[in-house]
């Protein structure tokens, strides 16, 4: 029996969330959890640790594995992880020159050659779906200690030279996966803490029920699931709610799907299977303005869901044309109206610095959020991360800063032709002030805190992250 440990990349809070850190939004990784599940399949010894959420330093990191000395470490690594993942490697080598070090995840899977050239203590790359790919290398090395050369889905370097083989096809049956292995996150769920404006409960728990977006937006790397969309069937979703409610005393889940409104005929299976079991849990997901109807909001509220967030990026026609986001103003403006209506609360998400952003359209942005009746709003700098379409052609638009580290969507790596970086950090500041400082978001979160006073400490640690932020610019 082989000990595999699985890891995500230690990065600090600071490094992930910039200004915003005090707010010390955690969430359990549900890819973790489900490889490892599967690694206890294949009758491994298995343990996770996830540094993120953690906070741990690569040092502390591997302190935690000085007992369990394992024989494969599987890192999962965001753009903005990778460089620290990379110095994991390395200390995990420097302790054990045996261990099979396997990174995987959106990074290197848009990058396969560059990663392993950049970070050499990476044995194997593991890309696009992991699952079946890290099923068969489990198997192989514990037959022979070996893992094929060629083996679909992953990139090695042999002799010096570095091999990217054949993608391994998408599972066809999601079900046919075992449910994630949540037991094996330390503290799990009381030890997660998602941002204050997902949390309407505790403790929570987040998942993912499907895979792959139709959409082709510009900025968003798709290179992990690709474009065709597969769920996990209603019947099994509703399974993971109930392991989580009854197993683990998960009361909120955040459903973290890209765009979970695809299919409304999944969406109402789903929630008449959720209505009919009368779980004892709330939930949020993520959804695009040109998916919901009013019927199908009322119904999610129905089902438990109380909040959903929308990509709405800017408030210039011109510029959601341009970022191919095939959606119009009109669209979004109905979709957070009737989201309000059904009695959902909402989030917007918003992007500044696409190309072709000027003055004006960050000015039409900023009056799109204000006159929303969004309850929170998110305000990201546009990050060109590999993968995406703009990635390739970012120089043409404006200086973008290769540093994976700063890669977090908070630092202004990319600054668009006729702005400065400052003018770029600015430009966010002031919409998350004029956003926030309004009498009736301030009641608002005053209400929800009053309502829920475990909620209060988060809500103020995060009120004091957003001052920090807005101040220090
Ligand atoms: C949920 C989520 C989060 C959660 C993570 C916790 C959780 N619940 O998992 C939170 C909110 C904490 C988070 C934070 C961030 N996130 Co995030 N997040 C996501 C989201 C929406 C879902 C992740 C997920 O669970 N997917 C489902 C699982 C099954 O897929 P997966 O993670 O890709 O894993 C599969 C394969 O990649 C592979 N694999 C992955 N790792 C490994 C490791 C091994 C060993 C093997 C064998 C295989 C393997 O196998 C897995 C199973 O098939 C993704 C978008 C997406 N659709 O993936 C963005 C996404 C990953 N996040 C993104 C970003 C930018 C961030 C932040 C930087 C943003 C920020 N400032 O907060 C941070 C960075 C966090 C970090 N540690 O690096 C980007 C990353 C882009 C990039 N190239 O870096 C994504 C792709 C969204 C996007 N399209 O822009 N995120
Ligand atoms: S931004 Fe959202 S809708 Fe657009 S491609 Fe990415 S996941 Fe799909």
């Given at each position: 029996m082989l000990r595999i440990v699985l890891i995500t990349s230690p990065i600090s809070l600071e490094d992930r969330y910039g200004r915003f850190s005090g707010a010390g939004s955690t969430e359990p990784s549900f890819a973790l959890a489900c490889l490892a599940a599967v690694a206890l399949q294949e009758g491994m010894d298995v343990r996770i640790v996830d540094a993120a959420a953690e906070n741990l330093s690569v040092r502390q990191t591997v302190e935690q594995l000085e007992d369990f000395r394992p024989d494969v470490a599987g890192i999962s690594s965001t753009t903005a992880g990778i460089a620290a993942s990379g110095a994991l490697a390395r200390s995990l080598k420097k302790f054990d020159q045996g261990i099979i070090t396997i990174i995987g995840g959106c990074h290197v899977t848009a990058l396969p050659e560059e990663t392993l050239a950049e970070y050499r203590h990476f044995d194997v790359a593991v890309l696009g779906e992991g699952e079946e790919t890290f099923s068969e290398i489990l198997k192989a090395a514990s037959a022979n200690g070996n893992i094929p050369e060629n083996l679909p889905g992953t990139a090695r370097r042999i002799n010096g030279r570095i091999v990217v083989n054949e993608r391994h096809p998408?599972?066809?049956?999601?079900?046919r996966l075992p449910l994630p292995a949540w037991r094996l996150l330390q503290g799990f769920p009381e030890a997660f803490h998602p941002s204050p404006a997902r949390m309407n409960r505790y403790p929570c728990a987040s998942v993912v029920l499907s895979r792959g977006c139709p959409n082709r937006c510009a900025f968003c790397d798709r290179s992990v699931f690709g474009h065709r969309v597969r769920s996990y069937s209603p019947a099994y979703a509703l399974n993971m709610f109930k392991d989580l409610a009854r197993?683990?005393?998960?009361r909120e889940i955040l459903?973290?799907?890209?765009?979970?409104?695809?299919l409304h005929s999944w969406i109402r299976e789903f929630c008449e299977r959720l209505i009919a079991e009368n779980i004892d849990v709330t939930w949020s997901c993520v959804g695009r303005a040109d998916r919901v109807t009013l019927d199908i909001l009322k119904l999610m509220k129905q089902a438990g869901c109380w909040h959903i967030s929308y990509g709405?990026?800017?408030?210039d026609q011109r510029i959601l044309d341009a970022m191919n986001k095939n959606e119009d103003i009109a669209q979004i403006e109905s979709a957070v109206r009737w989201s309000r209506d059904a009695g959902l609360k909402t989030k917007g998400f918003f992007m500044v610095g696409f190309p072709g952003e000027t003055p004006e359209s960050l000015k039409l942005t900023k009056d799109l959020a204000l006159k929303l009746p969004l309850n929170d709003i998110t305000v990201m700098q546009l990050t060109p991360f590999p993968g995406t379409a703009l990635y390739q052609h970012a120089d043409e638009y404006g200086v973008l800063e290769r540093d994976w580290s700063k890669m977090?969507?908070?630092?202004?790596v990319f600054t668009p032709s006729g702005f400065t970086q400052r003018d770029m950090d600015e430009a966010r500041s002031d919409m998350l002030k004029a956003f926030y400082f309004r009498p009736s978001i301030v009641a608002g979160k005053l209400m929800q805190a009053a309502s829920n006073p475990r909620l209060l400490r988060h809500m103020f640690k995060g009120f004091m992250a957003l001052l920090s932020a807005v101040r220090s610019r």
């Open positions: 998408l599972i066809d049956n999601l079900d197993q683990f005393g998960v459903i973290e799907d890209d765009t979970f409104i695809i709405i990026e800017s408030g977090n969507t908070l630092n202004t």
